[in-house]
Structures are given as structure tokens and as C-alpha cells.
């Protein structure tokens, strides 16, 4: 079997599409499509159910996916390492969002950075968790930090940590509220108070309010700023209220630039996946950084 054809094949299966394949391998669209149909012919199968938007898999293009996908990622990897230069560093490349993979991730890997022989150079970008899974699964990436879980076999997930969600704003907010409100009144207390979010649809307030109040909160958004360290800034600067994860807001909990406005008996969570390609923890670069990632995390709390 070709394997030019089983590259194309694996990377029409990411992609979900012929025109997105034909873009990321420099082919033309009737090029992609007349691969794929050379190896439906050699396999005397089809491999994909052709839809408006894209194409779905088959049964049959699913498990030659699970079985191909790994060995050609592998085959990469020692084509772009090279095979005589024992000296140059492997490159990780790791995406995640930015907040996450800034304040957590990067301290904890740039420790296995360097030329010692088990290292290598890292390289990073950010996105939400829809971009950062589609760059896995295209090859972008090799390594991915996310909040969702992917669903089909060319991704594998490892839970990483969770992460306490804490509803903060400045202690002005407080004092103008009340405290005895704020204990009695719970929600509807912060009807009136500004929210900053990540977000027009604010993600994190709305899943706070849900998960603790049983509600919607009332207030709109005030500022809309997509970093939770800028959000975290501007509720320092006492724009309104914000929820953050505990570990971004602990030290500005600590010196009492914000305060928490609630203490509910089970704070609400989000996990965190270590994400890879299927079969791809065989590269000794990706699983030390995994191991790594997961040792640290296990400290994080």
C-alpha cells in the first residue's frame, strides 16, 4: 500500500475535509480526491460517506485510522528529527489556553528544555479547546491542554487537574453592597454589580450562577477581554465582578486586591485533559513531556 495515499487518507480523516486536507498537504482538491479513491479501489471499501459540509468516516475508514495514524505520525517525527544529527534538539510543540499554558504548563516544562541530551525545544500556542483539538488531529500540534474531552479514537485524553472556579471582585464592591446582603440576598444581591468576562455569552459567571445559584446572572457584561489575566486585572481595578480559577486569583486573594464575594460548600470545577494523538507517547519527547505535566499537576493543588 502507498503510503503518500495513507498520509492523505490520515489526513482527510482529521481534517474532515478534502478541501481542508488538500490545504494542509499543498495539494489540489481533485488530487486529494483522486487518492482517496485510488485506495478505496486497492482496499475494495469505502472509506468515507461524502456529506454537504465534509465527509464522515466509515466503520472501515475508522479503523484503518487507529491502525495507520500512529506508525505514519512516527515516520514523520524521524523524518523531520533526522536520522544523523544526534545533537539537535527534538521540538514540542504544545497548545492550550493562554492563561493555563502561561501560568502552569510552560514553568513546569521549560525545566526539560536544554541540551542535556533528554531535552528539547518547546514551542507554543493558544487557542480555545475546539482550535487546539482540530490542530492536534491535523499535526500542528503534538501536544494539547484543554477543557474538553475528545470523542473517537485518533485522540487519546488523560485528566490533568481541576481547577476551582471563585467569584472575586475588589473590596469597594463589598462595602457597597453589604456584607449581611451578600450572606442573605446570595444573587441577587450582585444583580447590580458589573461583570468582566472572557466572553459576551459569559462562559465562566454563567457557569458559576448555574452551578451555585440554580440561575442566570441578571447583570450583562461589562468588560469583554479574551484572557482571564486581563479579566483578573480589571477586577482588581474594580471594574466588576469576575470568576476565576483560584489559581490565577490566589495571590491577589492573598494580599486582598479582591476578595471572594461567595464560599459555596462545593465550589464549582473544570478539568483539564492532557491531549495527544493516538500512539504518539511512543516519541520519547511527547511522553516525557506528559509524565512531566501530569507529576507536576499532582503538586498544583
Known amino acids: 500500500m502507498d503510503l503518500a495515499l495513507l498520509r492523505t487518507f490520515v489526513t482527510v480523516h482529521r481534517a474532515g475535509s478534502f478541501t481542508r486536507a488538500a490545504a494542509l498537504l499543498g495539494l489540489s482538491q481533485p488530487a486529494v480526491t483522486s487518492q482517496i479513491r485510488t485506495l478505496e479501489r486497492q482496499l475494495g471499501r469505502p472509506l468515507f460517506l461524502r456529506q454537504a459540509r465534509g465527509v464522515t468516516p466509515t466503520t472501515i475508514g475508522d479503523e484503518l485510522a487507529h491502525k495507520a495514524a500512529p506508525h505514519l505520525d512516527a515516520l514523520v517525527e524521524i523524518a523531520e528529527t533526522g536520522l544523523d544529527d544526534e545533537s539537535s534538539l527534538r521540538t514540542l510543540h504544545l497548545a492550550g489556553p493562554p492563561e493555563f499554558i502561561a501560568e502552569r504548563a510552560l514553568p513546569a516544562l521549560t525545566e526539560l528544555t536544554g541540551e542535556d541530551g533528554l531535552g528539547f525545544a518547546l514551542r507554543a500556542s ?8 482540530e490542530g492536534l488531529s491535523a499535526g500542528h500540534h503534538d501536544l494539547a491542554i484543554c477543557t474538553a474531552r475528545p470523542r473517537g479514537a485518533l485522540l487519546t ?8 472556579h471563585v467569584l472575586v471582585a475588589a473590596p469597594h464592591w463589598v462595602d ?11 444573587a441577587h444581591a450582585l444583580e447590580d454589580v458589573p461583570v468582566v468576562e472572557v466572553h459576551e455569552s459569559l462562559p465562566f459567571v454563567s457557569r458559576y450562577w448555574a452551578s451555585v445559584y440554580d440561575s442566570r446572572p441578571a447583570a450583562p457584561g ?14 482588581v481595578a474594580g471594574a466588576g465582578l469576575a470568576v476565576l480559577p483560584r ?34 507517547l511512543a516519541m520519547p519527547h511527547i511522553a516525557r513531556a506528559h509524565e512531566w505535566l501530569l507529576l507536576a499537576a499532582s503538586n498544583w493543588a
Open 126 to 133: 493558544f487557542g480555545n479547546a475546539e482550535e487546539t483539538l
Open 157 to 164: 485524553a488523560t485528566p490533568l487537574c481541576d481547577e476551582e
Open 176 to 186: 457597597r453592597i453589604g456584607a449581611g446582603q451578600l450572606h442573605h440576598k446570595g
Open 222 to 235: 461589562m468588560v469583554i477581554v479574551p484572557d482571564l489575566r486581563a479579566v483578573l486585572a480589571c477586577a
Open 247 to 280: 489559581y490565577l486569583c490566589a495571590a491577589a486573594l492573598e494580599c486582598g486586591e479582591v476578595v471572594a464575594l461567595h464560599d459555596p460548600p462545593v465550589p464549582p470545577l473544570r478539568t483539564y485533559f492532557l491531549v495527544v494523538r493516538t500512539g504518539t
